[in-house]
């Protein structure tokens, strides 16, 4: 099943993980060991989450680090969806695959 208009995970992690707990972008990019202008592109939905920076927060968040690339993917696919036109594009059929 598509999830309809996934989150992006700054949004995520701003509304589960931030807000909740009075904690400040600036304090969470101290805790992962980034700069806070790093993180503050990817809670502004400005930047996705990378591999490494899914394995920082995976240690200090507590999910997987494939649940945040997972969710950056979703997020990234959905969003190439509402605009990518792709009436032009035809299915290849191959005779060995």
């Given at each position: 099943?598509?999830?309809?208009?996934?989150?992006?995970?700054?949004?995520?992690?701003q509304?589960?993980?931030?807000?909740?707990?009075?904690?400040?972008?600036?304090?969470?990019?101290?805790?992962?060991?980034?700069?806070?202008?790093?993180?503050?592109?990817?809670?502004?939905?400005?930047?996705?989450?990378?591999p490494?920076?899914?394995?920082?927060?995976?240690?200090?968040?507590?999910?997987?680090?494939?649940?945040?690339?997972?969710?950056?993917?979703?997020?990234?696919?959905?969003?190439?969806?509402?605009?990518?036109?792709?009436?032009?594009?035809?299915?290849?059929?191959?005779?060995?695959?």
């Amino acid at each position: 099943m598509t999830m309809f208009n996934p989150p992006h995970p700054g949004a995520f992690i701003q509304e589960v993980y931030l807000e909740p707990n009075g904690m400040s972008g600036r304090e969470l990019a101290l805790k992962l060991g980034v700069a806070a202008s790093t993180l503050s592109r990817v809670l502004n939905e400005a930047s996705g989450v990378s591999p490494e920076m899914a394995l920082r927060l995976s240690k200090a968040l507590g999910r997987s680090a494939e649940s945040w690339l997972t969710m950056q993917d979703n997020y990234d696919l959905w969003q190439a969806k509402q605009t990518l036109d792709l009436a032009n594009v035809t299915k290849i059929e191959f005779k060995y695959a």
